[in-house]
């Protein structure tokens, strides 16, 4: 005998509502006839829903901006107008829009604020607590979404575990008996509290957890009872935000540090960036929570028919995206998004159905024509292209197995061959790639100052003598300035007073002189005080442009080659040349904000005084360095500071120190020179419609 088939709860639940959708609303839905208002203890606004029949369950979720309460009624129809005033302070107005076989309510808030729903026969209670406040104080006997409140005996906290994230945060992940235990969670003075309804914590949980040395922001995890309910306290340390979920019968807390440094999340591009909203079911099938997404961001939903399972979900002020992939990862789910038709099915059996395309796709381009194409370059080099598109074997190349490429040098170009589709995708990589490299003007100032100062004072002591006897007829000259003949006068021979026996008088042609002499018949004595005393100064400016491509070496020189002759190895003699040249080498690259990064280097030498070999010597001031510059402004490279003191004095042994009359017998001389050597760069993006031009 043949085993007749059976069929699945899931495929006659899905044959059910197919037959219902065909059938009037009349037959199998009822009506929303009527709602009131009013108010509880604790500024809780309840809104009664009355219908002609047994009240249906009510799904529904709550967003922050604009903070609104959506509610679904699946199978209802409504009698009541599409707007409805309710006037309390916090729950301000109602919408009912009726569309599919169901009816939606929208209740709009003033601030964010959370909801229960119970039913009693034909009446649906909707609970909307005003900020902070706890409803379920007041209304011990609210289910939240409609579902009934869990048998006492069988609630419980089964396990408190503590782990540590992948990006530093610190999760407190608690097992409940049933999923259905009412909690709430706020956070106070820091501190976040979970409230579970009832005496459901066990003796053996009733402890301190102290989780420090995870480095995470959590410090300790209390577990105790007060006023008869389980609470849970988790004390974090520092700026922190937390993230509450609850799929099925485990809640996970997560707590992650708040840093301007944390970019985790940026860079594996796991960021969930969708608008927030709050899901709070007990035991509801994941397509239905799935079609509540769906509705929420007005994404067009196709679910696999292995697409099945009931799950509970507590999730309060969640992005959709990051709620959505919650749902999906309790239940081996995967998603793909392509333009606004959001796709859902088992993880293995969309890798299954990507692994078929990308096999189907690779037989196509096996089996695909090939086809020549010829390509222009425009800008770059189409040698460093075909590099790029060939790449260093198969593993790095662009190209296909059958394709190839090959350069037209003569007019830049490259004859590429492959199929249509890979041609046309090189086509669109080497428009991007051949654009105008953008250009850099770098403007270098070097400026050489000097500042020079001297004194000299000296003194220089001459004369000379005539002795007239009648034996002979002589000059004598003190001093050893040679013997000259005298006249027969007995006077004194012309220039004789001119033989210096202390000279220390200042030369150069800008020395000031002082001459007091004093004469007889027979002797001159002269006295010549000079003194120099010179105070100037100089600025020397050097200015090398240069304009050079992004990422492209510049050099500009000018100077002088210094020739010498030098010995071969043969013993022979050849001319070689030193450089005494101001340079500027540079190389730039510019930064997605505009600013310059620039490799440089700065030369500004001079001859200088030539080696005991004949070889000259070159003077070096040179800066090599790397610096961040925005565009147009200018920094300083480096500067050298030099001064040079020099301090003398000459004098006669003896005579010399001699108070005051010492100065007629010695010589001072002061000198002070600074030279100051600095280097400035300025860069200048060059502006792309001028440089077309």
């Given at each position: 005998?043949?085993?007749?088939?059976?069929?699945?709860?899931?495929?006659?639940?899905?044959?059910?509502?197919?037959?219902?959708?065909?059938?009037?609303?009349?037959?199998?839905?009822?009506?929303?006839?009527?709602?009131?208002?009013?108010?509880?203890?604790?500024?809780?606004?309840?809104?009664?829903?009355?219908?002609?029949?047994?009240?249906?369950?009510?799904?529904?979720?709550?967003?922050?901006?604009?903070?609104?309460?959506?509610?679904?009624?699946?199978?209802?129809?409504?009698?009541?107008?599409?707007?409805?005033?309710?006037?309390?302070?916090?729950?301000?107005?109602?919408?009912?829009?009726?569309?599919?076989?169901?009816?939606?309510?929208?209740?709009?808030?003033?601030?964010?604020?959370?909801?229960?729903?119970?039913?009693?026969?034909?009446?649906?209670?909707?609970?909307?607590?005003?900020?902070?406040?706890?409803?379920?104080?007041?209304?011990?006997?609210?289910?939240?979404?409609?579902?009934?409140?869990?048998?006492?005996?069988?609630?419980?906290?089964?396990?408190?575990?503590?782990?540590?994230?992948e990006e530093g945060e610190g999760n407190v992940v608690i097992t409940l008996a049933n999923p259905n235990i009412p909690m709430d969670i706020n956070e106070q003075g820091g501190r976040i509290r979970l409230e579970f309804q009832g005496n459901v914590l066990p003796g053996r949980l009733r402890n301190r957890l102290d989780v420090m040395d995870f480095a995470t922001p959590v410090k300790f995890i209390d577990a105790r009872v007060e006023d008869g309910n389980g609470v849970v306290i988790i004390e974090p340390e520092g700026e922190f935000s937390h993230l509450a979920y609850q799929t099925d019968n485990t809640l996970t807390v997560s707590v992650k540090p708040v840093s301007d440094k944390d970019f985790g999340r940026d860079r594996k591009g796991l960021s969930y960036k969708g608008d927030k909203?709050?899901?709070?079911?007990?035991?509801?099938?994941?397509?239905?929570?799935?079609?509540?997404?769906?509705?929420?961001?007005?994404?067009?939903?196709?679910?696999?028919?292995?697409?099945?399972?009931?799950?509970?979900?507590?999730?309060?002020?969640?992005?959709?995206?990051?709620?959505?992939?919650?749902?999906?990862?309790?239940?081996?789910?995967?998603?793909?998004?392509?333009?606004?038709?959001?796709?859902?099915?088992?993880?293995?059996?969309?890798?299954?159905?990507?692994?078929?395309?990308?096999?189907?796709?690779?037989?196509?381009?096996?089996?695909?024509?090939?086809?020549?194409?010829?390509?222009?370059?425009?800008?770059?080099?189409?040698?460093?292209?075909?590099?790029?598109?060939?790449?260093?074997?198969?593993?790095?190349?662009?190209?296909?197995?059958?394709?190839?490429?090959?350069?037209?040098?003569?007019?830049?170009?490259?004859?590429?061959?492959?199929?249509?589709?890979?041609?046309?995708?090189?086509?669109?990589?080497?428009?991007?790639?051949?654009?105008?490299?953008?250009?850099?003007?770098?403007?270098?100032?070097?400026?050489?100052?000097?500042?020079?100062?001297?004194?000299?004072?000296?003194?220089?002591?001459?004369?000379?003598?005539?002795?007239?006897?009648?034996?002979?007829?002589?000059?004598?000259?003190?001093?050893?300035?040679?013997?000259?003949?005298?006249?027969?006068?007995?006077?004194?021979?012309?220039?004789?007073?001119?033989?210096?026996?202390?000279?220390?008088?200042?030369?150069?042609?800008?020395?000031?002189?002082?001459?007091?002499?004093?004469?007889?018949?027979?002797?001159?004595?002269n006295l010549e005080l000079s003194a120099i005393l010179s105070d100037g100064g100089g600025e020397t400016v050097s200015q090398p442009k240069v304009i050079t491509a992004d990422k492209t070496k510049a050099v500009i020189k000018s100077g002088k080659e210094i020739p010498y002759e030098e010995k071969t190895s043969s013993g022979a003699t050849s001319v070689a040349f030193k450089d005494a040249v101001l340079s500027l080498e540079v190389t730039p690259q510019i930064?997605?904000?505009?600013?310059?990064?620039?490799?440089?280097?700065?030369?500004?030498?001079?001859?200088?005084?030539?080696?005991?070999?004949?070889?000259?010597?070159?003077?070096?001031?040179?800066?090599?360095?790397?610096?961040?510059?925005?565009?147009?402004?200018?920094?300083?490279?480096?500067?050298?500071?030099?001064?040079?003191?020099?301090?003398?004095?000459?004098?006669?042994?003896?005579?010399?120190?001699?108070?005051?009359?010492?100065?007629?017998?010695?010589?001072?001389?002061?000198?002070?020179?600074?030279?100051?050597?600095?280097?400035?760069?300025?860069?200048?993006?060059?502006?792309?419609?001028?440089?077309?031009?």
């Open positions: 005998m043949k085993n007749k088939p059976v069929l699945k709860a899931s495929t006659v639940r899905v044959l059910l509502y197919t037959v219902l959708a065909w059938l009037p609303l009349s037959v199998w839905g009822v009506t929303l006839k009527k709602m009131d208002a009013g108010t509880l203890p604790g500024d809780i606004v309840e809104l009664r829903l009355m219908f002609d029949g047994p009240a249906p369950e009510a799904r529904g979720y709550s967003i922050e901006q604009p903070p609104r309460i959506s509610l679904d009624l699946p199978f209802t129809r409504s009698d009541l107008p599409k707007y409805n005033e309710v006037g309390f302070q916090n729950a301000q107005s109602v919408t009912v829009l009726e569309a599919g076989g169901r009816t939606r309510l929208v209740i709009n808030l003033k601030t964010t604020a959370s909801f229960t729903t119970k039913t009693d026969g034909n009446v649906l209670y909707v609970y909307v607590g005003a900020e902070g406040s706890n409803p379920r104080s007041v209304l011990p006997t609210v289910a939240l979404s409609g579902a009934p409140l869990a048998d006492p005996a069988s609630r419980g906290i089964t396990h408190i575990d503590f782990h540590r994230g909203l709050s899901l709070n079911f007990q035991d509801i099938e994941v397509r239905a929570v799935l079609q509540l997404i769906a509705d929420f961001t007005d994404l067009n939903l196709v679910a696999s028919d292995t697409v099945s399972g009931n799950v509970t979900l507590r999730l309060q002020n969640v992005p959709w995206d990051q709620a959505l992939d919650i749902v999906l990862k309790s239940k081996g789910l995967d998603k793909r998004l392509e333009g606004n038709v959001l796709t859902v099915a088992p993880a293995d059996e969309i890798a299954a159905r990507e692994r078929q395309q990308l096999e189907n796709d690779k037989q196509i381009r096996e089996l695909a024509p090939v086809y020549t194409d010829l390509i222009q370059i425009n800008y770059a080099d189409a040698e460093e292209i075909a590099e790029v598109l060939a790449g260093a074997g198969e593993e790095t190349s662009l190209l296909t197995e059958r394709g190839s490429v090959q350069v037209v040098a003569r007019t830049n170009s490259l004859l590429v061959k492959d199929t249509q589709e890979k041609l046309d995708e090189l086509r669109a990589l080497i428009q991007r790639l051949d654009i105008p490299v953008r250009q850099v003007m770098i403007e270098a100032r070097i400026v050489n100052m000097n500042s020079d100062f001297t004194r000299d004072l000296g003194v220089k002591w001459s004369g000379a003598t005539d002795l007239a006897s009648n034996d002979s007829n002589r000059s004598i000259g003190i001093g050893g300035g040679g013997t000259t003949a005298g006249n027969e006068g007995g006077t004194p021979s012309a220039g004789v007073g001119n033989n210096p026996f202390i000279d220390f008088g200042v030369t150069g042609t800008n020395a000031a002189t002082l001459a007091i002499g004093f004469a007889t018949n027979s002797t001159i004595l930064t997605p904000e505009g600013s310059i990064i620039m490799d440089v280097t700065v030369t500004n030498d001079s001859q200088g005084a030539d080696a005991p070999n004949g070889v000259p010597t070159i003077n070096k001031n040179e800066v090599n360095t790397q610096v961040l510059v925005r565009d147009g402004e200018t920094v300083v490279l480096g500067g050298v500071f030099t001064q040079e003191k020099q301090k003398g004095t000459v004098k006669v042994p003896v005579l010399g120190d001699i108070p005051y009359v010492g100065r007629l017998f010695r010589k001072d001389t002061k000198s002070d020179s600074k030279t100051e050597l600095m280097i400035f760069i300025t860069p200048r993006v060059i502006n792309d419609n001028i440089t077309l031009r």
